[in-house]
Every structure is written in C-alpha cells, then in structure tokens.
C-alpha cells in the first residue's frame, strides 16, 4: 500500500492510546498497516463511487493516509456543518475527508465533502476500502492546478526524467521552500546534472523569495559535483 518514505512504524502502545482517549477500536487491517509504516503517500490514487463527486463523475482521488499522531477526529471545516455520529478522519484534501464511520461497530469507510457539503458511504470496510483503491496517472501538464500532496504522491511515483518535467511546470507558482526540497532530493539521489537547471533558474528569477537556508544547504550539495558553481553563487549574493 505505501510509497515507502521512511516513515516510523505506529507501536501497540500508541494505538491503544489514541484508542482509549477517543473510545473507539481501530479496524484491524488499519491498525495493521500503521504498524508496517505509520501514514504517508499510498501507491494507488482513485477509487470508484456510485455518485459525481468533486473530483469527477464516478470517483474520487487520495494521496495519503495519516497514521496516528495525524488522525483527525474534529475537522475545522465540520464546525459550520457538523455531522452526527462518530468519524475518524484518516485522509483529507482541502475540505474533502475519508475516514471510519462509527455508526457501526466495523466502522463503515465515508467520504465527506464539507464545501459542497456531500456525505457518501464508499466502502463497507478498511479491507473492502483497500481492495477498491486503484491506479490511475494525473495528467502531467495540468501539475500547477494541483494541490501539494497531490504532487507529493506523483514525484513519488515518476522516474528522474517524469520529476523534472513535472518540477519545470511549477518554477513559478510552487511554494519555494517545497520546491528546493524536491531540488534538494534528486540531488541527494545524485542527479544533480537534472537539479542544477532547475535551481539556476530559481536563483536567476526568484532570488528574493528563495529561502537562505535552503539555497545555502543545495550550494553546499552541488560542490561534491564537477558542476562550476562559481558565476551561479555571485548571482545568489547579487554581485
């Protein structure tokens, strides 16, 4: 189910804790897989519904399920429209949420909508929620319309050469210190030949809005290479 991102693994003790504190039982194959990797970014990204949904005629879209430490049990965006019952929230995109139902005692999988204010039952379990996940790529060229976890979860999944597309299509509106980061792994992943381009550019055009730090930290990465850096740093100090 994950995209592997070294993410700890939840122990027994914390989830018998948050269990306690919010008297309800966790389904077991969630419980199961917080244990093998406590949240992150998932493989597959739609699963099918029996009505339109924001997201499109017959689906909906998710990008990660959070572990413990990130469930969410009272959303702000529920406050103006509270529903009844008992949800625990596991996943969320803007004000769009899935997580368990509580109106039974295996916890139903719904999906909530607060700006459009839909509620939808879209599995009957955890399991049956997991086997209805599917595969399906984002369109490429549309990656400057798309929220940030979103594009977490394609970088994710793309080759080097699909990263670097993806990352030319957001030099100007992505939010800066994101943007270095994900500079700053293909660096790690030592392919600097495909991040310098890109972090030229950003040091040429958004030099004041790029964060010191960070831009400090890819120049000290970027010297193990046999890239000359020289006239790129005299630019970063605005000489």
Do not use: C
């Not at 689906?59 to 008992?86: C, K, M, R, V, W």
């Not at 949800?87 to 139903?108: C, L, N, V």
């Amino acid at each position: 189910m994950w995209l592997k991102t070294e993410s700890k693994k939840a122990t027994e003790e914390q989830i018998e804790q948050f269990e306690a504190q919010n008297k309800v039982r966790l389904p077991a194959p969630y419980r199961a897989s917080l244990k093998e990797q406590n949240g992150g970014f998932i493989k597959k990204n739609h699963l099918k519904t029996s009505e339109p949904t924001s997201y499109g005629i017959n689906f909906l879209e998710i990008y990660q399920i959070f572990g413990i430490d990130n469930l969410i049990t009272e959303p702000q965006a529920a406050l103006e429209n509270p529903l009844s019952g008992h949800y625990i929230y596991f996943s969320k995109d803007g004000a769009r949420f899935i997580g368990f139902d509580y109106h039974t005692e295996e916890p139903s999988i719904f999906y909530a909508d607060f700006e459009t204010l839909q509620t939808l039952t879209i599995a009957s379990d955890f399991d049956s929620f997991q086997n209805q996940l599917y595969f399906e790529p984002f369109e490429i060229q549309q990656a400057p319309s798309y929220g940030q976890a979103k594009l977490d979860q394609m970088l994710l999944q793309a080759d080097f050469k699909t990263r670097v597309e993806i990352l030319a299509l957001l030099e100007d509106e992505a939010e800066k210190t994101w943007y270095l980061t994900q500079l700053k792994k293909l660096i790690l992943a030592k392919k600097e030949e495909l991040a310098y381009p890109l972090f030229e550019n950003q040091i040429l055009y958004f030099r004041r809005k790029l964060p010191e730090g960070l831009v400090l930290e890819l120049f000290e990465l970027l010297k193990a290479s046999d890239i000359d850096l020289t006239a790129l740093q005299r630019e970063w100090k605005g000489e």
